[in-house]
Structure formats: structure tokens, C-alpha cells
């Protein structure tokens, strides 16, 4: 059995090794050997096996000059590590370098040779086989360059633990370590370009791009993680498409036509060059340009893509490209290359290609050969030949005579990472040779034997790897077995010397930078199209300016929008903001809702027109309160003073003042101080003046009700008891305002709500219902005071203005009735002027119905101001009633009469009109007329009822007085009886309201007229209550007159003396 299986591997190896003959590998002996993966060619001649004979080998077609200098950066790397004193003294490594076509088939190929070589080695097979040129096992394997090809390679490689370092492979599939174990690269992996990309895409500002990958392991990864990268940053993707270098022509077109229908400009493209060729060819035959390429770093310094006669299409490109490192001494070894070279099986094929001959020694590759034909048929236009024949060459041809890419040593990228991978291996080797036993990586600290080290060993070993390389960094393999590195990034150029194609360095991506520090550009070096340096435009809709927003457009991807403008009270000051920003709560947006200002603030301002114009009316107020309080102080002693009660009425007028005053407050920046003190201020002194007015207006009502005014209603009107009832009434308003401010006292509030750009200052009152309950109570006040005001408007004029406090009531309540909804329908500052409003015009209402008609008769009419005027109007009075109730009875006799007689009378008229001396119908003789002129008289006209009277009345001197009213009392010693109420009550007042002081206990006449069918007699006697405190006014002295009805009734009332 163990025969048989090594007949089985030796069989394998040989039909591995048939397959690559000496001119298709780079070989060299020594005591390790680390084998090679390159691509040499693009690719593979398409074959149809029909499978009628043996089927053989494919062939390799199109020249990789790039692969061949990769190639050559392994071979310099070993010779160079085979000379150093250092590194690996007295051990030789040699080499076995394999061409992988670009393709997974012939890579696997190479592959095999690997593996069946330490296949055979580890059975130790030497007892049994006679292999009398062994070759050594192959401990490491260089490469190789796609993804998708490591990718089948490390599964291979992964069961045998052989180290495999790819210089290439940047999928983020190969990191995966349960999966491929033994896998390792010096290159980044595409996770990090990716991220890089969408960050070039967000640096420009689109967010409407195409992508394209290849249909590999290398291109899918690439494309998923961009796609993951640009959805965190709202980049939409309008079409994704994969392609591949075997795709059939009509695959091609299809895509062709995806691209040439895009709305978006920039196209990410994750692919090979060879995979990416056919595209761009249908591209450039089409002529679709105006697109910007992204490349990635497979393709973005690709010789097969960037050619003169693309760059009209694709001259627009940004890639990525790896950091460039230095190997000193390369340029010298890549002009050394000859193509007799014994160790190089590759050299001959690269000589002639470079110089586009044929080396006559019967080569593979001469003209006469098949194989010749066939590949160069399929694709000579990746060569430098154009014919299918070519000239000899003499081998002493001048490589730095011609220009290929593989004299582009000025931007070592790949050739390092292949150096590096190199001596990453012969450092991993290094650490076994320098090994410390007990110090080792194995078990027990055990070192590896460096004559005998196997392949699972050293890949133990590179796990662990730390050196510094020439370029003074340092090399470590993470956990993932990558290397973190660096990306440049480049703009291709045309080149105004030759017109090739250059790589301009534009920028740089540092992956250990943080987070929005990584991406560098340089805008001044990037040309777009080889000519432009403005930006192409790659969105699917035009920038939103600041003060907009991005609004979705159903059923479109999320980048393409409409521009919706902020709403009030928010921002944005940015293009291209996906919301608007809420402004704090302070600020209000500007017109263009760019920023934010702060929101104009509003109250009832001292400077404003309406603040000024409310001032001055109360300062008017004011003045003229303190005008008519001067004038009452100054005229206190006449008639006109004394009878409107005049220490109530200093005191009305001081409530008028703090009235006025206390609309101040209502006016300038609300504080808390003033917020408190505004409303108890205003409700205490109305309630104060509404106090004063009230108890005027009772007490002469009260007085006038009662029949006969005793001693007890003098003392229950005194003055004390009047200000007691005045403080009782402002104290319980007083009561109110203090539970107000203990349980929910006012303050200043800045309103938001109100109007989005004013912030109103206002007072926030604490207490709706207290507000209420100190209104209402003034209004009650009011309300009653209206009452007694309305039920006494009848009273003489002197006493309490009853009309006029009538009329100032009316103001009141129009005034606060008006108030309540107009408070409840404005709102900031508004609230104030309306208050203000209504303090003002109930004050003015008041002071002007109840004190601007005295200060009238005052000031301008001095002659109504004496204690005859006043008498006169009291008396007028008293007779007024006095005749109602004369001609009423008589009505109701003379009815009585006609009933039984049975005819009827006219009703007396209803009017009664104050005649002059000349027209009294009973004239007097000549000395009575004498004396009634040197008498002062008044002249009434009275109205009431349906009769006519005539009423003259006189006054004789004090003196005269005091022996008339002794007559008088002789005359009539009748007995008083019970009479009209209203005439007796108004009689007996009749000295009330001309005694000076308020306080004084007048003396009061009562009188007894007994009621005749013709005539009534009313004789009045006076009936002292008390003696007077202080000296009274005599009253009047009433001359006997005939009260002469038009019915023909008459009334005789008898001459009064006091």
C-alpha cells in the first residue's frame, strides 16, 4: 500500500512538473526553497475541448511586463538576503516561481507542485522510492496576485499549513482565519479602501454614483463593503453592476448601456485591470464621456488601462494606489536581465516582447512555433508586436532603449510589497536559526531545527514576526495576519511630453489617523478630464441652499429630493442639510432662515407712542385731580363745598389720585415688584373711591327717608362713622389682595406662545379667580352705590349730585363691563393698555360727572355759590313734594265729589312755574312791595305731576327772621298732626345741608296741614331736637302764595320763619 501510494504521488508530481516545461518557471536551488505565484500573462487562449484527444495546457496570451518585474523583485530579494552576513549566514534559499496567467486553473497547477513536493517529504518516501535529485520542500509560497486566485490558492495551501504571503490579495475575505489559516499579505485589505472611497465621494460632496465590480472574490467584497460605507454617509447608488474578463460581448453591452443612461457621473469601480479592459473598450468605442472614475487599487496604475487612446473617456480618474517604498540597488538588477539567463525561464519570453522579436534558438515563442501563433493571434495588442512575424533578436539589445512598464521603477508599490513578503519569510527563518531553546514558540520552548524546518513551523513563526524593514518601519502581522498601511492617492495626467499616461500624487489616506482626519486632497493638483479643475456635479439633485432642507421625494432614493424651506423658527446654515434646526428658545429665525436672531421683545413700553400717550393721560389725570382738590381746599368754607361733604370729598379725590397713579404701573418692563403691586394698587384705591362716593350718597338718602331725623340718625351719619364705613369697605378689598399675594403672588413671565418672533413680558397674575373676586367686589361697591345714587337722582342738587353720580356710575360699568371681554381677546402688551385704558376712563368718568360742575360754579359762577342758592334749592325742593302731594290729594277729593255729583273736572295741569313780583296775581300795596325789594329772593321753576304753580320765594335778614319766627310760633300754635311724609321729611332738612359743619346736629322743623276739600293750610312750627353745637344759618322766610292750579283748584301755603 505504501508502494502504491508513492507511485500515486511521485506520478502526481511528474505530470505537475510536465505541465510547466524550463522555459515556464523561475528556478534556482538551495537549502530552503520559497516558491512564487506571478502573473506573467493576463490571461488564457479560449479553447473548446471537445475532448477527442488528450486535452492540454492552456495557453498563456497577452504579456504582463508588471508581472515579470514583481517576479524579478523576489529573485533580487533572495540573492540579496543570500549575500547579507546577518541575515541567514551559511544557508542559501532558493526559489520556484510559477506564472499563474491571471487564472485560478493555472495558479492551482503551480499550487500542486507546492504541495506534492512536501507531500512526499513528509511520508519519507527516500526508503522506499530512489529519487536521486531531490528537490526540497517548499516552505513558503510568495503570492499570489488577484483575490480570487489567493483565495484558491490558501485553500489549498490552508490543508497543508504552508505559509502563503500574497504582495496583492487586498480582499477582507482572506482575513478570515477559520477559513484560511495559513494566509498572509502586505498589503491592506479593501476594508480600509473602501472607507477611503466613501470618504472621497463625501469630501466632493455627491451622493449619486454608479458601481462596478468585478465578479470575483476581489470585487464583491470591495463593492459590499462600499456600499455599506456610503449608506452611513446618504450616498445612493443608482446601479451596480459586475463584470468579468470572460463576460460574452453582450454582457458588455449591457452594461454599456446602464452607464450611458446614468444620470450620475461618478462610477466606483472594484476590479482588475484585465477584468476591467473589455468594458472600457466598448466605453471608448462608444465614446460616452463627462465620467469620473474611482478606481481602486487593482486597477487604478493598471498598464492595460491606462493608455493614451483611453484617456479621453477615462482621463477623469481618481484611485488609489499603495505607499511607494524604496529597494536600493532594483533599477541596476532590472537592467541586468539578459535573456540567456539559466535561472529565469522567463526571460527570454519578456526579451521579446520588449523588443518585439523572435530569439532563434527554437524557442516556444518563435514565429515558427504554434504556440506563438495561437497566443499571439488572440491578443498581440497587449505586446509590443503587431505582426505575427517578427525580426531575430541579437540579445544584446539595449533594455533602457524602450519604455515599458517594467522600467517604471519610480513608483515601487506592488515590487515592494513583493520584497517585503520576502523578507518577512527569511526574518520568520531568522528567528528558527537565531532560536534559544526553551525560549522557543513550540511546546516546552522548544526551537525548530533550521536543516530541517517544515512549512507549518514557519508560518508559526511569521504569526509572531517583528522586524524593522529598510525603510525603518516596523513589520507585524495583526491577528488577521495584514498589515495595516497607507493609501496614496492619484489623478491620472497627460503627459504634455509623450502624451503617456502619469500618475499624479494628489493626496494621501492615513488609516491610523482618526475619524474624519484620514482623507487629504490637494485640489489644486487634480486636473478632471485633463483640462478642468472645477468640480463635476454628481448628485441626483441640485444642492440645497442654507435656509432649506432635503425633502423626500416618494419612491426615489433618499438622495434624490426637493429642497423645502425651513419652517419659522428654525435654520439650517449648511448646504445640503437633511433638517432644519430648532432656533433656542430666546432666538427666532431671520428671513432666510439662515440663522438665528433674537426675537424682539415686547411690553408696554415707557418710549413707545401708545406708553407715552397712556403717561400723559394719566399725568393729566393726576394734575387735574390735584387742581380740583386745590380749589375745594381753597374754597372750603363757601356754600358749594360744605354741602358736598367735604371731608369725604378730600378724600374721593385722594382715592382719584392713587387711581390715576396706579396706572403707572401697568406701564414699562414688568418686574415682580411691579407685577405685585399693580393690581392690589388699582383695585384698592376704586374701591376706596367707590367707598367714599357710596356712603355720601346713603346718608343723605337715608336722611331724606326718615320722617323725623332724631338725635340718633344725627350721630349715626357723623363723620367717624362715615370714615369707619369708608375703611371697612377698602379694608375687606385690602383682605382680598393680601390672601392674593400670600397664596399666589404675581410675577413677570416672558410669553413664547404668543407670537413666534416677540417674546412678550407680561405680568402672570398667579390668580384668575382673585383677579376676579377684586373686580367683582368693586363692581358690587358700584353696583350699590348706583342704586342709592339712582334712587336719590331727585333730590335737590346740592345733595350728593345724584344725577351726576348717576351718569359717573353708568361710565364705571360701561367702562369695566367693555373691560372684561376686551381683556380676554388681547394678548402681551395689549393687556396692559387695555387696564390702563379702563383706570383711566373710569377716573376721569368720576372726577369729571362729580366735581367738574362744582369747580365750574366755583370758578366761574360765584353768584350760585352763596347760602341764598343753596337754601333756594333745598326749599324748591321741599315745596315740590310738598305740592305733588297738595294736588294729588285734591285729584283724588274732586274725583270723589264729581262721582257723587255726577259731573266731572278737568285735571289740573302738570306744571308749575316760578313767577316774578310784576306777575303776581295778587299784587301788594306799595310799602309791602317796598319791603319785598329790599328782601333777597330766588326764583324756582318746578315741574311734577298735571298742575301748574307758581312759587316765588324770598329771604329776609337774619334779624327780620328771629321776629317773624316768634310771630310765627303765636300764629300758629296748632298741634303737628300727621302729614305727607315726603314734605315732612324734606321740610325738617331744610337747615341740613347749609350748616357748616359736617358733624353739626341741625335743628329740624316739623309742621301739621290738615287736608280741606279747597283748600289746604300748612302751618310749620319749629321743634328744636337739641341745642346746635354751633351757630346754624336762619332758614328761609317763606311769603304766604297761592299755588294756582289750571283745573281751578287752589293751594295756599302759609309763610315758614326760622
Not at 518585474?69 to 551559511?90: C, D, G, H, V
Not at 477559520?178 to 499579505?185: D, G, P, T
Not at 507549518?456 to 524593522?468: A, G, I, P, Y
Not at 358690587?780 to 351718569?807: D, G, H, M, V
Request: proline share 5%.
Amino acid at each position: 500500500m505504501t508502494s502504491y501510494s508513492c507511485c500515486l504521488i511521485l506520478l502526481l508530481f511528474t505530470w505537475s512538473t510536465a505541465a510547466y516545461g524550463p522555459n515556464q518557471r523561475a528556478q534556482k536551488k538551495g537549502d530552503i526553497i520559497l516558491g512564487g505565484l506571478f502573473p506573467i500573462h493576463f490571461g488564457v487562449a479560449a479553447k473548446d475541448q471537445d475532448l477527442k484527444s488528450r486535452p492540454e495546457s492552456v495557453e498563456c496570451i497577452r504579456y504582463n511586463f508588471r508581472g515579470f518585474r514583481w517576479l524579478q523583485a523576489m529573485i533580487f530579494a533572495i540573492e540579496e538576503i543570500n549575500s547579507s552576513p546577518t541575515l541567514l549566514p551559511n544557508m542559501t534559499l532558493g526559489y520556484r516561481i510559477f506564472d499563474t496567467c491571471n487564472t485560478v486553473s493555472k495558479a492551482l497547477e503551480a499550487t500542486l507542485s507546492f504541495v506534492a513536493q512536501n507531500k512526499i517529504d513528509s511520508l519519507n518516501l527516500d526508503e522506499f522510492c530512489n529519487c536521486s535529485e531531490h528537490i526540497p520542500s517548499t516552505i513558503a509560497v510568495v503570492g499570489a496576485t488577484g483575490s480570487g486566485i489567493s483565495t484558491a490558492v490558501a485553500n489549498l495551501l490552508g490543508l497543508f499549513y504552508i505559509p502563503q504571503v500574497s504582495y496583492a490579495s487586498s480582499s477582507r475575505l482572506l482575513s478570515n482565519k477559520n477559513q484560511f489559516k495559513s494566509f498572509l499579505r502586505t498589503i491592506p485589505n479593501d476594508e480600509h479602501q473602501a472607507t477611503a472611497m466613501a470618504d472621497i465621494i463625501e469630501y466632493f460632496r455627491w451622493n449619486w454614483v454608479g458601481t462596478i465590480a468585478a465578479d470575483d472574490d476581489y470585487g464583491r467584497p470591495g463593492i459590499e463593503k462600499f456600499r455599506e460605507e456610503a449608506e452611513e454617509r446618504d450616498i445612493c447608488i443608482d446601479f451596480s453592476e459586475l463584470i468579468s474578463q470572460y463576460s460574452d460581448e453582450e454582457e458588455i453591452q449591457q452594461v454599456v448601456e446602464v452607464i450611458q443612461n446614468s444620470t450620475a457621473r461618478v462610477i466606483v469601480v472594484f476590479s482588475s485591470g484585465p477584468d476591467l479592459e473589455p468594458l472600457i473598450k466598448e466605453i471608448v468605442r462608444r465614446n460616452i464621456t463627462g465620467k469620473i472614475w474611482l478606481a481602486s487599487e487593482a486597477w487604478a496604475s493598471s498598464s492595460l488601462i491606462a493608455m493614451p487612446e483611453f484617456f479621453r473617456v477615462i482621463g477623469s480618474t481618481i484611485g488609489f494606489a499603495l505607499k511607494a517604498g524604496q529597494i536600493p540597488g532594483f533599477r541596476e538588477f532590472l537592467q541586468k536581465v539578459h535573456p540567456k539567463s539559466t535561472n529565469n525561464g522567463f526571460a527570454k519570453e519578456f526579451w521579446e516582447e520588449t523588443f518585439n522579436c523572435y530569439l532563434p534558438d527554437g524557442s516556444k515563442n518563435s514565429p515558427a512555433s504554434t504556440s506563438f501563433h495561437k497566443g499571439h493571434e488572440e491578443g498581440l495588442g497587449a505586446g509590443n508586436g503587431t505582426s505575427a512575424f517578427r525580426p531575430p533578436c541579437t540579445g544584446d539589445e539595449n533594455i533602457t532603449s524602450v519604455e515599458t512598464p517594467y522600467m517604471d521603477y519610480t513608483h515601487l508599490r506592488i515590487s515592494y510589497n513583493v520584497y517585503l513578503a520576502v523578507y518577512s519569510i527569511a526574518h520568520a527563518l531568522q528567528d528558527i536559526y537565531t532560536c534559544t531553546p526553551g525560549k522557543g514558540l513550540f511546546t516546552n520552548g522548544s526551537c525548530a531545527d533550521i536543516k530541517k524546518v517544515e512549512a507549518w513551523q514557519v508560518l508559526k513563526h511569521l504569526r509572531h514576526l517583528n522586524f524593522t524593514n529598510n525603510m525603518g518601519e516596523q513589520v507585524d502581522f495583526d491577528e488577521f495576519g495584514d498589515l495595516v498601511g497607507n493609501y496614496s492617492i492619484i489623478n491620472w495626467h497627460l503627459s504634455p511630453e509623450d502624451g503617456s499616461v502619469v500618475f499624479e500624487e494628489v493626496g494621501h489616506y492615513n488609516v491610523y489617523a482618526k475619524k474624519g482626519e484620514r482623507l487629504f486632497i490637494n485640489e489644486n493638483k487634480i486636473l478632471w478630464g485633463g483640462l478642468s479643475k472645477e468640480v463635476p456635479f454628481s448628485n441626483c439633485s441640485r444642492d440645497c441652499l442654507p435656509g432649506t432642507r432635503k425633502g423626500i421625494i416618494e419612491g426615489e432614493p433618499t438622495c434624490c429630493f426637493e429642497c423645502v424651506d425651513c419652517p419659522d423658527g428654525e435654520y439650517s446654515d449648511e448646504t445640503d442639510a437633511s433638517a432644519c434646526d430648532k432656533c433656542p428658545e430666546d432666538y427666532w429665525s431671520n428671513e432666510n432662515h439662515t440663522s438665528c436672531i433674537p426675537k424682539q421683545i415686547e411690553f408696554l413700553a415707557w418710549t413707545e407712542p401708545f406708553g407715552i400717550a397712556l403717561t400723559l393721560f394719566a399725568v393729566l389725570g393726576i394734575f387735574l385731580t390735584s387742581f380740583v382738590l386745590g380749589v375745594f381746599t381753597k374754597f372750603r368754607n363757601t356754600p358749594i363745598v360744605k354741602a358736598t361733604n367735604r371731608e369725604l370729598s378730600y378724600l374721593l379725590l385722594f382715592s382719584l389720585l392713587c387711581c390715576f397713579s396706579s396706572s403707572l404701573f401697568f406701564i414699562g418692563e414688568p418686574q415682580n415688584w411691579t407685577c405685585r403691586l399693580r393690581q392690589p394698587a388699582f383695585g384698592i384705591s376704586f374701591v376706596l373711591c367707590i367707598s367714599c362716593i357710596l356712603v355720601k350718597t346713603n346718608r343723605v338718602l337715608l336722611v331724606f327717608e326718615a320722617k323725623i331725623p332724631t338725635s340718633l340718625h344725627r350721630k349715626w351719619w357723623g363723620l367717624n362713622l362715615q370714615f369707619l364705613l369708608v375703611f371697612l369697605c377698602t379694608f375687606v378689598q385690602i383682605v382680598i389682595c393680601v390672601i392674593w399675594l400670600y397664596t399666589a403672588p404675581p410675577s413677570s413671565y416672558r410669553n413664547h406662545e404668543l407670537e413666534d418672533e416677540i417674546i412678550f413680558i407680561t405680568c402672570h397674575e398667579g390668580s384668575l379667580m382673585a383677579l376676579g373676586f377684586l373686580i367683582g367686589y368693586t363692581c358690587l361697591l358700584a353696583a350699590i352705590c348706583f342704586f342709592f345714587a339712582f334712587k336719590s337722582r331727585k333730590l335737590p342738587e346740592n345733595f350728593n349730585e345724584a344725577k351726576f353720580i348717576t351718569f359717573s356710575m353708568l361710565i364705571f360699568f360701561i367702562v369695566w363691563i367693555s373691560f372684561i371681554p376686551a381683556y380676554a381677546s388681547t394678548y402681551g402688551k395689549f393687556v396692559s393698555a387695555v387696564e390702563v385704558i379702563a383706570i383711566l376712563a373710569a377716573s376721569f368718568g368720576l372726577l369729571a360727572c362729580i366735581f367738574f360742575n362744582k369747580v365750574y360754579i366755583i370758578l366761574f359762577k360765584p353768584s350760585r355759590n352763596t347760602i341764598e342758592e343753596v337754601r333756594c334749592s333745598t326749599a324748591a325742593h321741599a315745596f315740590k313734594v310738598a305740592a305733588r302731594a297738595t294736588l294729588r290729594r285734591s285729584n283724588v277729593s274732586r274725583k270723589r265729589s264729581n262721582s257723587l255729583g255726577g259731573s266731572t273736572g278737568s285735571t289740573p295741569s302738570s306744571s308749575i312755574s316760578s313767577k316774578s313780583n310784576h306777575e303776581d296775581p295778587f299784587p301788594l300795596p306799595a310799602c309791602a312791595e317796598r319791603q319785598r325789594q329790599q328782601q333777597r329772593g330766588c326764583k324756582q321753576k318746578v315741574s311734577f305731576g298735571s298742575g301748574t304753580v307758581t312759587l316765588s320765594l324770598s329771604f329776609e335778614e337774619p334779624q327780620k327772621n328771629a321776629m317773624a319766627n316768634r310771630n310765627a310760633k303765636r300764629r300758629n300754635s296748632l298741634e303737628a298732626q300727621n302729614s305727607d311724609d315726603s314734605l315732612m321729611r324734606h321740610r325738617a332738612l331744610l337747615p341740613l345741608q347749609i350748616n357748616e359743619p359736617l358733624g353739626a346736629e341741625p335743628g329740624f322743623q316739623a309742621a301739621s296741614s290738615p287736608e280741606t276739600s279747597s283748600q289746604e293750610s300748612v302751618v310749620g312750627d319749629n321743634k328744636e331736637e337739641g341745642p346746635s353745637p354751633e351757630a346754624e344759618p336762619s332758614l328761609p322766610s317763606v311769603n304766604s302764595r297761592n299755588f294756582i292750579g289750571t283745573g281751578g283748584g287752589s293751594v295756599t301755603e302759609n309763610t315758614v320763619h326760622s
